[in-house]
Every structure is written in C-alpha cells, then in structure tokens.
C-alpha cells in the first residue's frame, strides 16, 4: 500500500495584535523623543505671547490711533504720533537723560562687580557672608534705597555736602542741576546693583581652570595682570550678558528719577532727570494713550539699538584684552 506524502505546513501568519503593538510602541516612541522637547517649551512661548507679543503688538495698534479714555471711538491717524513725537524738545531731552545716566552708572557699575569679584574669586575667610552682603542692595526695596540716599544728597543737611564742606566745597543742590542730578541717580543704580552682577562674575570665574592662575603666578604675573590676561578674556560671553541686561536696565529707569523729585513726573521742574519711562508714565497720567505708546515703541527701538552697539563694542574687543 503506498503512503501519502505529507502535506506541507502552512506558514503561520504572524500574531496581527502583537505586530500592533510593537508598531503602536515604536511610535509612542518617536513621538515621545521627537514632541517631548517641544512640550517642555511649550508653556515658555505661550506665556511670552500672552504676556510679550501680544502686548508689544496691541502697543504697536494703538500708538497709530488718537487713543484716550476721554473719547469713545479712537480714530486711526497713522503714524501722526511719531511724527509729533520726533518734533517734541521734551521726548528729545528725556532721551538725552535717560542715555547720560545709563552711561554715568552702568559704565563704573561693571568696571567695580568685576573688581569685586575678582577679590571674592580669592580664597578668603567668611567667603559666604561677604556674597551675602553684596547681595543686599538688591533685595532692599527702592524706596528705601531713594529716600535714604535723598537724605544723603540733600541740599542743606545732606552728608554728602557736609563731607564737601570739610574740604572747603561749597554744597551742591543735587537735585536741580543737570549733571549733579544725574550723578546722585547713578549712585543709587550702582549701590543696587553692582554686587548683583558682581555674583554674576563671580559665578563666572569660579568656572576659570584654576591651572591658568597658577601657571601665571608661576611666571611672575602679577593679580592685575591675571585679571587683564586670564580672567576678563576667559568670562567674555558672561561679560556681553552683563553688558546687555544693564543697556535694557539702563534705558527703563523710572522708580529711582520718579522717588528722587518727590513723585514729580516731570522729573524736576526743569525736566532736568525725566527719563524715558518717567515721560511714558507722565503722557499716561494724561490719558494719552497713542502717544504714550508711541513713545514706548520708540523707547524699545532705542534699547534694541543700544543693545546691540554694546554688543558688538564688547565681542570686538576681544583682541585687545587678550
């Protein structure tokens, strides 16, 4: 009797639910390396929109239109604002303020945060405390810091002119001059904010190889010259952020101009300290909107253009600091 050959086995088809759920994980997987990064940024850009574009961009809307509380319609006018705006003496001579303080406070302002930090970069006893005490300034509350040192500056019982008058100085009335009124502004900047950045350096430094220190004291250089050589060229790129942040800092001074003329928004009687920000809030006092948001969009076009001078002065002197 002849036998049959067996019959071939079918192949057997692959498991269809597991084939799904290994392509299901494989793309749970893409989706999760690839999306994830911008889920964890998300929040960021949603709240910079809400909280900065939209206003810069609704700023932008209604600098083009008369626009005051007075009125219920606000008519369109185009670009009228700016046109008055580039005419006004007043807006001209805030900026010149506004420019002449920044300059007269952030300049020695980080020229003092990196001496600072280059004497805490030393090892040095109660190191904690002294970081602590540099710090101080800046959480002190603005008021305090105006009416203290408008106490300081005062014309007729102020320290600073009985100092003077030991030396035979006749005082000064800080407030009323130009140039004086300026220079007591721009102390009060510089005690608030010089050790901030000072930290800021010495945060900075203390990611300097401390090989580099010690091969240049072994060839004799000096700690002015390890500064100059070693330190300032090594924390350049923390140096450009301190340079920038001050600029932005700089150009939006209102507490300390507003505290020292005893709330007078114009800045002094002769307008002789109104900055920027201080002539915004004087033209918003007035219920003109339009202009002041004129004003505030030309202010961000000075800072972004100042910014960006700093900027280049700074990466471009690189070659003379190293």
Excluded: C
């Amino acid at each position: 009797m002849a036998t049959r050959a067996p019959e071939r086995l079918a192949a057997v088809p692959p498991n269809r639910p597991v084939r799904h759920r290994r392509l299901r994980r494989h793309l749970v997987h893409q989706l999760d390396v690839k999306g994830s990064p911008y889920a964890y940024v998300a929040p960021f850009f949603l709240l910079f929109s809400a909280f900065g574009l939209f206003p810069l961009a609704y700023t932008a809307w209604v600098s083009l239109h008369e626009w005051t509380l007075l009125r219920d319609e606000q008519t369109f006018i185009g670009l009228e604002n700016f046109r008055t705006l580039l005419a006004d003496d007043y807006f001209w001579n805030a900026t010149f303020n506004t420019l002449s303080i920044g300059v007269l406070s952030t300049a020695p302002q980080l020229l003092l945060a990196i001496w600072l930090a280059h004497l805490l970069n030393r090892p040095l006893r109660a190191q904690t405390f002294f970081r602590v005490t540099l710090l101080l300034p800046n959480v002190t509350s603005v008021v305090a810091v105006v009416v203290i040192f408008s106490q300081l500056f005062g014309r007729d019982f102020g320290m600073i002119n009985w100092v003077m008058s030991l030396f035979g100085v006749e005082g000064v009335a800080w407030n009323e001059g130009v140039l004086s009124s300026h220079a007591a502004i721009s102390t009060m900047i510089m005690w608030r904010w010089t050790g901030y950045n000072a930290l800021i350096f010495l945060a900075a430094m203390q990611a300097v190889p401390r090989e580099l220190y010690e091969a240049a004291t072994i060839d004799g250089a000096s700690g002015f010259t390890q500064l100059r050589k070693i330190t300032i060229p090594m924390i350049r790129p923390t140096i450009v952020f301190v340079v920038i942040t001050s600029t932005i800092g700089a150009m939006q001074i209102l507490a300390e101009p507003l505290l020292f003329g005893s709330y007078l928004i114009t800045g002094g009687v002769d307008r002789q300290y109104q900055t920027l920000s201080l002539f915004i809030y004087e033209n918003f006092t007035k219920l003109d909107f339009g202009y002041a948001s004129a004003i505030s969009w030309m202010m961000f076009v000075f800072i972004v253009l100042v910014a960006g001078v700093n900027y280049l002065i700074t990466r471009r002197g690189k070659g003379g600091l190293t």
